[in-house]
C-alpha cells in the first residue's frame, strides 16, 4: 500500500538546458512528499537528522507542465522497517518517472511502533526503487581515494534551509549540478563538445549521503573524483565541505543524451581523460 503524498506540477523554470526537469528539483519533490509522509503518520523518529542518505533513480523524463504525483510507503525487509520509498508518477498515464529509497540509523528505525494507519510495502515490491549503478550503502571518506578536482565553490543562503533548520536537498543537489560542467571538463567533455554536438549531461542515478550540518552563509565547496567510466555511463564522487568538514557525499551515474533522440551516446574519445583521473590516486 502507498499513500499519495505530493501532488504538483513541473514548472518550467524547473528544467534545465535539456529541456527536462533538473534533478535537484527531483529531490525538492522527493523532500516535501517525506515532510508530509512523516507527518502524516507516527513516524517522527524518522527526522532529517536520523537520515543517512536519500537515493533516487530517474526512469522517464520530466517535462515542463507535466503532472506529478508522489506515493510514499514506510519499506520492511524481513519483518523489519528499513526505510523509506517515494514513487513519481506522471499523473496523467500513471507512467514511473523516478523513484526514491530513503535510508536511516537503525535505532531510528528501531523506534517505530506497529500501526495499522502506516501505509507498508515489502522490499521485494520496490525492485524500481532499488540501487542499480550505486550500492545502498552510505558514502564514506575512506571510499575517495581517487584524483578529486575542485569543481564547485558558493555559499549557502537562508532559502536554502527548512523550517527546522536543515539544509534543503535541493541546496546539496544544486551545488552538484552547478558544479557539474566544470567535472564534465575536467574529464575531457566540454561545454563546446557537447554544443557542436547537440549533446546533453544527463544523471541516471543519484545518491546523497548526509554529512555535518551547516549554517546559512557558510562557504561551501566541492571536489569531483571520477571512479567508474564504462561505454556509456561513467560514475562520479562529488564531496562538499564548508569549514572543514565534509557536509554531503553525492554519487552520480551519468551519461551523455542526444537531445533529439533523446537516448543515450557512447562516450567519445575526448572521455579518456575521464578514465585517466579515474586511475589516479
Not at 523554470?13 to 533538473?22: P, R, T
Not at 515542463?64 to 523509506?84: F, K, T
Not at 566541492?222 to 562538499?240: C, D, P, S, Y
Amino acid at each position: 500500500m502507498r499513500h499519495v503524498t505530493l501532488l504538483t506540477s513541473v514548472n518550467t523554470w524547473e528544467c534545465d538546458e535539456n529541456a527536462h526537469m533538473n534533478v535537484q528539483f527531483y529531490f525538492a519533490k522527493f523532500d516535501d512528499a517525506n515532510r508530509i509522509f512523516c507527518a502524516k503518520f507516527p513516524l517522527s523518529s524518522l527526522t532529517r537528522d536520523n537520515r543517512l542518505t536519500r537515493h533516487v533513480r530517474y526512469h522517464r523524463e520530466a517535462g515542463a507542465a507535466a503532472m506529478i504525483e508522489i506515493c510514499s510507503a514506510l519499506v520492511m525487509h524481513e519483518g523489519r522497517p528499513a526505510g523509506i520509498c517515494h514513487f513519481m508518477n506522471n499523473a496523467a498515464d500513471k507512467a514511473l518517472m523516478a523513484t526514491a529509497l530513503d535510508t536511516y540509523q537503525p535505532d531510528a528505525l528501531e523506534q517505530i511502533s506497529a500501526s495499522p494507519d502506516i501505509p507498508l510495502t515489502n522490499w521485494s515490491e520496490i525492485s524500481e526503487a532499488h540501487p542499480r549503478g550505486l550500492n545502498v550503502s552510505p558514502a564514506t571518506q575512506s571510499a575517495t581515494g581517487h584524483h578529486k578536482t575542485p569543481t564547485y565553490s558558493g555559499i549557502l543562503h537562508p532559502r536554502d534551509f527548512a523550517a527546522d533548520g536543515t539544509l534543503l536537498d535541493r541546496a546539496y543537489i544544486s551545488c552538484f549540478t552547478d558544479g557539474a560542467p566544470h567535472s564534465w571538463s575536467a574529464g575531457g567533455i566540454t561545454p563546446a563538445f557537447l554544443n557542436s554536438n547537440n549533446f546533453g549531461r544527463v544523471a541516471v542515478e543519484l545518491k546523497l549521503t548526509y554529512g555535518a550540518n551547516a549554517q546559512p552563509g557558510a562557504i561551501v565547496d566541492m571536489t569531483t573524483a571520477f571512479q567508474n567510466v564504462g561505454k556509456t555511463t561513467f560514475t562520479v564522487r562529488h564531496t562538499l565541505t564548508s569549514d572543514g568538514k565534509i557536509i554531503a557525499y553525492g554519487d552520480l551515474v551519468s551519461l551523455m543524451m542526444d537531445l533529439e533522440l533523446r537516448k543515450a551516446v557512447a562516450l567519445p574519445v575526448e572521455a579518456d581523460r575521464m578514465r585517466q583521473l579515474a586511475t589516479i590516486q
